[in-house]
């Protein structure tokens, strides 16, 4: 691939900081990881409707939403699921630049990959929340029947079956999907924002 050499970066007028001023609370990105059917979509999106009942500028980023769209032209080798994390990253970081707090429900299997993400933030702008749910949890639930496929041979490399998931060593927050309610992590999550002081 072609990479663009003449381009130059533009500072905008407006900062973060202003941004943030303005809408009277900080920007992140509340970066959700774990396996397929460990609640990470209902998580984020329980906790985007609450940030939103409370006036803050937010916005959920769903891996299979992103993935009808921008990164429709990617599979799921290892390759792929890094190219795919990584223009997130890059959106994400936008959304928080522009001052929201942006939420983001993908798998992302690998360290290396969430590694390479946190790095674009800044410090304390990078949340990574491990849903931690055991792998017979999720496949109990299994809400797409997607391990019924993987265990039948008809998905290739799905997470968990017959690709590593790499767990967080150092996440900000766990949440123990199989434990607590969505509203119990819900309560989780922004309390860690209101004691960051970015809510």
Same mark, same amino acid.
């Given at each position: 691939?072609t990479?663009?050499?003449? !381009?130059?970066?533009? /500072?905008?007028?407006?900062?973060k %900081?202003?941004?943030? =001023?303005?809408?009277?609370?900080?920007?992140?990105?509340?970066w959700? /990881?774990?396996?397929?059917?460990?609640?990470?979509?209902?998580?984020?999106?329980?906790?985007?409707?609450?940030?939103y009942?409370?006036?803050?500028?937010?916005y959920?980023?769903?891996?299979?939403?992103?993935?009808?769209?921008l990164?429709?032209? %990617?599979?799921?080798?290892?390759?792929?699921?890094?190219?795919?994390?990584?223009r997130?990253?890059?959106?994400?970081?936008?959304?928080?630049?522009?001052?929201? =707090? =942006?939420?983001?429900?993908?798998?992302?299997p690998?360290?290396?990959?969430?590694?390479q993400?946190?790095? %674009?933030?800044?410090?304390? #702008?990078?949340?990574?929340?491990?849903?931690?749910?055991?792998?017979? #949890?999720c496949?109990?639930?299994?809400?797409?029947? %997607?391990?019924?496929?993987?265990?039948?041979?008809e !998905?290739?490399?799905? /997470?968990?079956?017959?690709s590593p998931?790499?767990?967080?060593?150092?996440?900000?927050?766990?949440?123990?999907?199989?434990?607590? /309610? =969505?509203?119990?992590?819900?309560?989780?999550?922004?309390?860690?924002?209101?004691d960051?002081?970015?809510?």
């Amino acid at each position: 691939m072609t990479k663009a050499t003449n !381009i130059t970066w533009h /500072t905008s007028t407006v900062t973060k %900081l202003d941004r943030r =001023v303005q809408n009277g609370h900080g920007s992140c990105v509340l970066w959700f /990881t774990g396996l397929s059917g460990s609640g990470k979509s209902s998580i984020a999106n329980a906790v985007s409707s609450e940030l939103y009942r409370q006036g803050i500028n937010e916005y959920v980023l769903d891996g299979d939403n992103i993935r009808h769209g921008l990164n429709r032209d %990617l599979g799921f080798s290892d390759q792929d699921r890094t190219e795919n994390i990584r223009r997130i990253g890059e959106v994400a970081n936008l959304f928080v630049d522009s001052g929201a =707090v =942006v939420t983001t429900a993908f798998i992302s299997p690998f360290r290396s990959d969430r590694d390479q993400v946190r790095a %674009l933030f800044q410090e304390g #702008e990078f949340i990574e929340v491990f849903v931690d749910c055991p792998l017979e #949890e999720c496949e109990r639930r299994d809400p797409k029947q %997607l391990y019924a496929k993987a265990r039948r041979g008809e !998905i290739k490399e799905f /997470t968990g079956i017959n690709s590593p998931y790499q767990a967080p060593e150092h996440p900000e927050i766990t949440v123990r999907s199989d434990l607590l /309610t =969505v509203e119990e992590a819900v309560e989780q999550i922004l309390g860690y924002l209101q004691d960051k002081n970015i809510i």
